[in-house]
Nanobody
Framework: VQLQASGGGLVQAGGSLRLSCAAA????????MGWFRQTPGKEREFVAA????????YYADSVKGRFIISKDNAKNTVYLQMNSLKPEDTAVYYC???????????????????????WGQGTLVTVSS
């Protein structure tokens, strides 16, 4: 499964960006798509996740109310709409696909990078103050 992330760039604080993650093929065997971010010297941090089937969404507390994850099944694409951006949102953003055998309503269940086995190449988001 190839994942292609795009949409990063430079934006002022308070602005918006939309990231896209296109899957080269429908990840039938991977039921969850996630977005993570990483800054130099830090571990990859969970941002949001969405289920292909049903569309349930999950968010990190740090982005809840500002970011929206969505999907387009027909296009095999997942989006991350980022609003009210802050300088601390600056990072390389990665999309990922994972198989979760059980469903949970808790975002923490989807937050471990180790549970995702396919990753995109990353797209840089820089938020200036």
């Amino acid at each position: 499964v190839q994942l292609q992330a795009s949409g990063g760039g430079l934006v002022q604080a308070g602005g918006s960006l939309r990231l896209s993650c296109a899957a080269a093929e429908r990840t039938f065997s991977r039921d969850v798509m996630g977005w993570f971010r990483q800054t130099p010297g830090k571990e990859r941090e969970f941002v949001a996740a969405v289920r292909w089937s049903g569309g349930s969404t999950y968010y990190a507390d740090s982005v809840k109310g500002r970011f929206i994850i969505s999907k387009d099944n027909a296009k095999n694409t997942v989006y991350l709409q980022m609003n009210s951006l802050k300088p601390e949102d600056t990072a390389v953003y990665y999309c990922a696909a994972g198989l979760f055998l059980f469903a949970s309503s808790k975002s923490s269940y989807y937050s471990s990078a180790g549970k995702y086995d396919y990753w995109g190449q990353g797209t840089l988001v820089t938020v200036s103050s």
